[in-house]
């Protein structure tokens, strides 16, 4: 187990989430708080219409652990969540969507683990998403680990890693496949993970942009760039995945 004094940068990212933003930042700090005394939020407002901007400008203003930064107009969660990385400035960095879907148990179980293995990843253990969008996120998972030859539960959850190896990936997924492209360069690169359950609560304002035509096609032809660039050509040495027992 890494030692070393643990400090944490957790990456927030939103677009119109108004009456989602400040619940999820103040579950973060309340979660990681006391097990991680060195924190900072990192919100990062793309191109919001509905008040978050402002809304988080007033919570950075009244808590010097929250910096915000606007993107000015609307990028994508893959600008926005790379943005957040390169503005990290502790040892370990954590993306948590802007959503308010996160409990505060689950963000307790995902920063009780951190440092204790290389990258903390967690999985819904029952989803509370309608039909269509549980079948969708199903058939993912399962095609991402049959492309990619590694065994995961979910790709799309809260996740924790080391803020100096995060820096250095050299990141070409567009859209919201940032996110599991992040994790698939962790785990096939031979890091130690570990994967907790974490139990989502349903949304309490706002609408998912996951779901848009756009990113639809953005994310299958991530999928294809992705495949070349990781199974294909080989960019990250294949090292076995070390999973670690919970």
């Not at 996120?137 to 590694?150: A, E, H, K, Q, Y």
């Not at 994967?195 to 706002?206: A, C, F, K, N, V």
């Not at 199974?231 to 090292?239: D, E, F, P, V, Y």
């Amino acid at each position: 187990m890494d030692r070393t004094p643990r400090s944490l940068s957790v990456v927030v990212t939103a677009m119109n989430e108004i009456g989602n933003l400040e619940p999820t930042v103040k579950n973060i700090l309340a979660a990681a708080g006391p097990r991680i005394p060195d924190v900072e939020v990192i919100i990062v407002d793309d191109g919001s219409t509905d008040g978050t901007s402002e809304l988080a400008d007033a919570m950075a203003r009244a808590d010097g652990r929250i910096v915000v930064h606007h993107n000015g107009q609307n990028r994508g969660l893959a600008y926005s969540y790379r943005k957040g990385i390169s503005l990290s400035t502790k040892r370990y960095t954590s993306w948590v969507a802007g959503n308010n879907i996160v409990p505060l148990k689950g963000m307790e179980d995902l920063y009780d683990r951190t440092g204790s293995v290389d990258t903390v990843l967690s999985y819904v253990v029952t989803d509370v998403r309608g039909i269509f969008r549980r079948s969708v996120s199903r058939s993912f998972t399962i095609l991402v680990n049959l492309m990619f030859g590694v065994r995961l539960r979910y790709y799309t959850g809260p996740c924790v890693y080391p803020t100096d190896v995060l820096q250095q990936l050299k990141l070409i997924a567009d859209g919201s496949t940032i996110v599991p492209e992040i994790l698939l360069r962790m785990v096939k690169s031979g890091r130690t993970y570990v994967e907790i359950p974490l139990q989502p609560q349903p949304r309490t304002g706002g609408s998912t942009k996951t779901f848009r035509l756009s990113n639809v096609a953005a994310v299958g032809l991530s999928l294809l760039n992705l495949f070349w660039d990781i199974q294909i050509r080989g960019a990250r040495h294949n090292r076995r995945p070390s999973p670690v027992d919970l």
